[in-house]
């Protein structure tokens, strides 16, 4: 089993470092092979997402990615920026389907903002559409060139579009998770978010998810307008099993979502395609600002990682003994800065992955 291991930027190469560190030692035939993407490989070899990586990226049976971004590289034309490497990644392996469940772990409850009967117990999964939507759609602006010269400064757009198919795909992915979850207890509800009452884009979408959800009779779906279902997720949460959106919808609810659990940096995410290849990267991005002083916290990548071996890798067993070292070190007490509270242990990055290597064993 090969995995293409990218760490990127930031605090990308640190926690990512800390989930070889736990695969190391599972005793698996795994073979993993490092490169560079985003700003390190712009800086590197001129491109954020080089062909060397993405052939190896394209070859392998799972890819654990870390982060990309940094402020620095903000004034660079659109094409050339790290962001450009995670969406090309995406879209050249098509990773449509973009899993982000929001856990709260019993020990993390006072870490949360909110009250902890609101998330006591919370356990939803959040299915992004990750290749289509406004990030996809014909950008114009500053930063794109548009027939080969920049466009002036008197206006920008980007078209937001979703096609039948790309709908009724993550749709059937909704379905099935929900069908999954509820086999081991969850209630059996999708969903599905939108922005019926003003985007014609989401008007579609909804009539679509309708469409499919009647193949699934065993499964509620219900529907929501995004601004709705932001307020719904910080006032009654757990009202949630399933949710479906689009790209754009999604990246703002699976952040609000991750920090009900107390930190993003708690929050792995898969994206994987129709033949269950799959990308595994933390919910959270780069932190330039922390980067560089071991303080982020790995369980993410962590748990990233464990999510790679039962999705792509068929390694059940092992993704439940990461799962299970990572609450065991919760339950030890030891916390990173993001999730510290007083009573428990502060510990480092490297700390963090030590622990989890020690309670696997
Ligand atoms: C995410 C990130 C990315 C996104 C960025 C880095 C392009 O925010 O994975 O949620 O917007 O999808
Ligand atoms: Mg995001």
Same mark, same amino acid.
């Given at each position: 089993?090969?995995?293409?291991?990218?760490?990127?930027?930031?605090?990308?190469?640190?926690?990512?470092?800390?989930?070889?560190?736990?695969?190391?030692?599972?005793?698996?035939?795994?073979?993993?092979?490092?490169?560079?993407?985003?700003?390190?490989?712009?800086?590197?070899?001129?491109?954020?997402?080089?062909?060397?990586?993405?052939?190896?990226?394209?070859?392998?049976?799972?890819?654990?990615?870390?982060?990309?971004?940094?402020?620095?590289?903000?004034?660079?034309?659109?094409?050339?920026?790290?962001?450009?490497?995670?969406?090309?990644?995406?879209?050249?392996?098509?990773?449509?389907?973009?899993?982000?469940?929001?856990?709260?772990?019993?020990?993390?409850?006072?870490?949360?903002?909110?009250?902890?009967?609101?998330?006591?117990?919370?356990?939803?999964?959040?299915? *992004?559409?990750?290749?289509? &939507?406004?990030?996809?759609?014909?950008?114009?602006?500053? *930063?794109?060139?548009?027939?080969?010269?920049?466009?002036?400064?008197?206006?920008?757009?980007?078209?937001?579009?979703?096609?039948?198919?790309?709908?009724? *795909?993550?749709?059937?992915?909704?379905?099935?998770?929900?069908?999954?979850?509820?086999?081991?207890?969850? #209630?059996?509800?999708?969903?599905?978010?939108?922005?019926?009452?003003?985007?014609?884009?989401?008007?579609?979408?909804?009539?679509?998810?309708? #469409?499919?959800?009647? #193949?699934?009779? &065993?499964?509620?779906?219900?529907?929501?307008?995004?601004?709705?279902?932001?307020?719904?997720?910080?006032?009654?949460?757990?009202?949630?099993?399933?949710?479906?959106?689009?790209?754009?919808?999604?990246?703002?609810?699976?952040?609000?979502?991750?920090?009900?659990?107390?930190?993003?940096?708690?929050?792995?995410?898969?994206?994987?395609?129709?033949?269950?290849?799959?990308?595994?990267?933390?919910?959270?991005?780069?932190?330039?600002?922390?980067?560089?002083?071991?303080?982020?916290?790995?369980?993410?990548?962590?748990?990233?990682?464990?999510?790679?071996?039962?999705?792509?890798?068929?390694?059940?067993?092992?993704?439940?003994?990461?799962?299970?070292?990572?609450?065991?070190?919760?339950?030890?007490?030891?916390?990173?800065?993001?999730?510290?509270?007083?009573?428990?242990?502060?510990?480092?990055?490297?700390?963090?992955?030590?622990?989890?290597?020690?309670?696997?064993?």
């Amino acid at each position: 089993m090969k995995i293409a291991v990218l760490p990127g930027d930031g605090i990308g190469t640190e926690i990512v470092a800390e989930a070889v560190k736990v695969l190391n030692v599972l005793d698996l035939k795994l073979e993993t092979e490092t490169a560079l993407v985003g700003g390190a490989a712009f800086d590197a070899l001129g491109h954020p997402l080089p062909d060397s990586t993405l052939k190896l990226a394209q070859e392998a049976d799972a890819i654990l990615f870390g982060a990309v971004g940094d402020w620095k590289y903000d004034t660079l034309d659109r094409p050339l920026r790290p962001e450009q490497a995670i969406l090309g990644l995406r879209k050249n392996l098509g990773l449509f389907a973009n899993f982000r469940p929001a856990i709260c772990y019993e020990q993390l409850v006072g870490a949360s903002s909110l009250k902890p009967e609101l998330i006591s117990g919370l356990d939803i999964l959040i299915i *992004r559409e990750l290749t289509g &939507d406004i990030y996809f759609g014909q950008p114009r602006g500053r *930063r794109v060139a548009t027939d080969g010269h920049f466009p002036g400064a008197e206006e920008a757009f980007d078209t937001m579009r979703y096609s039948k198919p790309e709908i009724e *795909r993550i749709a059937h992915v909704a379905f099935q998770a929900a069908r999954k979850r509820k086999s081991s207890g969850s #209630e059996g509800r999708v969903t599905s978010v939108d922005k019926a009452n003003v985007l014609e884009t989401f008007q579609f979408w909804k009539d679509v998810v309708s #469409e499919v959800g009647k #193949e699934y009779p &065993d499964i509620a779906l219900d529907h929501m307008y995004v601004d709705n279902a932001a307020m719904q997720l910080v006032k009654e949460p757990k009202r949630f099993d399933v949710v479906v959106t689009g790209n754009m919808f999604g990246d703002i609810l699976s952040d609000e979502a991750s920090m009900l659990t107390g930190s993003i940096g708690m929050l792995p995410s898969a994206s994987l395609n129709a033949k269950n290849q799959g990308l595994y990267e933390p919910s959270h991005g780069s932190a330039p600002d922390i980067a560089g002083q071991g303080v982020a916290n790995p369980l993410a990548t962590i748990l990233s990682a464990a999510m790679m071996l039962r999705f792509s890798l068929n390694q059940a067993a092992a993704a439940d003994r990461i799962e299970a070292a990572v609450k065991a070190v919760l339950a030890q007490g030891l916390r990173t800065p993001d999730i510290y509270s007083a009573g428990t242990t502060r510990v480092g990055t490297s700390q963090m992955g030590d622990a989890v290597v020690k309670a696997l064993a």
